[in-house]
């Protein structure tokens, strides 16, 4: 997934970004984003003890949302709600890192049936997720990165990498109530333990506990 080691991991403890870290060797510098209570930075101490490197912390608790809202919206005048709160998490992960790079798991959910969604609904496909994320997702995450000079790595959307596995039929990756099976047989074949190749997905904005301090202003 090429060699990005003096860049910077968007990190939640998850199964993308841990299998991204120990794919780079653990020469990645991860960083987390969070409130102090929040699932995201328990779940990153957790397993940043478990395999033994340091994750740097982000820590919002001081923080006014008012500052990241009104850059992205400027950015993307058309952004949902749901959405903004995700690039709140990426947007304070920039305005904290030292490194040029960031490398993200941008992707990985789309490609590999990651969403609850696709659990739940049998026909839904994943082609539109995909395209959403390509032609307006990453344009705006990049000119969110441009604010602040650096530039986005997105591994699980290297060419090779969506051209291998965007097109699978969705049983390879949903079996039952478990999804993204094909990440899941990497992470258990690089070694990584099984707490981490079983673990569930939780979004960012919701891990973060960044979407319910927005639903605590709605005028944001």
């Given at each position: 997934?090429?060699n990005h080691?003096?860049a910077?991991l ?6 993308d970004?841990?299998?991204?870290m ?5 020469r990645?510098?991860?960083?987390t984003v969070?409130?102090s209570?929040s699932?995201?930075?328990e ?14 912390e982000?820590i919002?608790?001081?923080?006014d949302?008012?500052?990241?809202v ?16 995700y690039e709140?998490?990426?947007?304070y992960?920039l305005?904290?890192i ?29 082609g539109?997720?995909?395209?959403k994320?390509?032609?307006?997702t990453l ?11 650096k530039?986005?790595v ?12 965007s097109g ?5 990756n949903v ?6 099976i ?6 258990r074949d ?5 707490e ?18 927005l639903?605590?202003v709605p005028?944001?």
């Amino acid at each position: 997934m090429g060699n990005h080691g003096e860049a910077a991991l968007a990190f939640s403890g998850g199964l993308d970004s841990t299998l991204l870290m120990a794919l780079s060797g653990y020469r990645l510098k991860p960083y987390t984003v969070g409130y102090s209570d929040s699932h995201d930075i328990e779940r990153a101490r957790h397993v940043s003890d478990l395999l033994g490197f340091r994750v740097r912390e982000i820590i919002l608790d001081d923080r006014d949302l008012r500052e990241a809202v009104s850059a992205i919206r400027t950015i993307d005048p058309s952004i949902g709600r749901p959405e903004i709160g995700y690039e709140i998490v990426l947007y304070y992960t920039l305005s904290g890192i030292k490194e040029d790079h960031l490398v993200t798991g941008q992707g990985a959910d789309e490609i590999f049936y990651g969403y609850r969604r696709f659990i739940d609904n049998p026909d839904l496909a994943n082609g539109g997720y995909l395209e959403k994320l390509i032609h307006k997702t990453l344009p705006r995450e990049n000119d969110i990165a441009g604010i602040f000079s650096k530039s986005l790595v997105t591994p699980y959307l290297e060419p090779v990498i969506v051209k291998a596995f965007s097109g699978l039929p969705r049983d390879v990756n949903v079996i039952g109530n478990v999804n993204k099976i094909q990440i899941r047989n990497l992470a258990r074949d690089s070694g990584l333990p099984e707490e981490i190749w079983r673990f569930r997905k939780k979004a960012a904005q919701y891990g973060s506990g960044v979407q319910k301090r927005l639903n605590k202003v709605p005028d944001l």
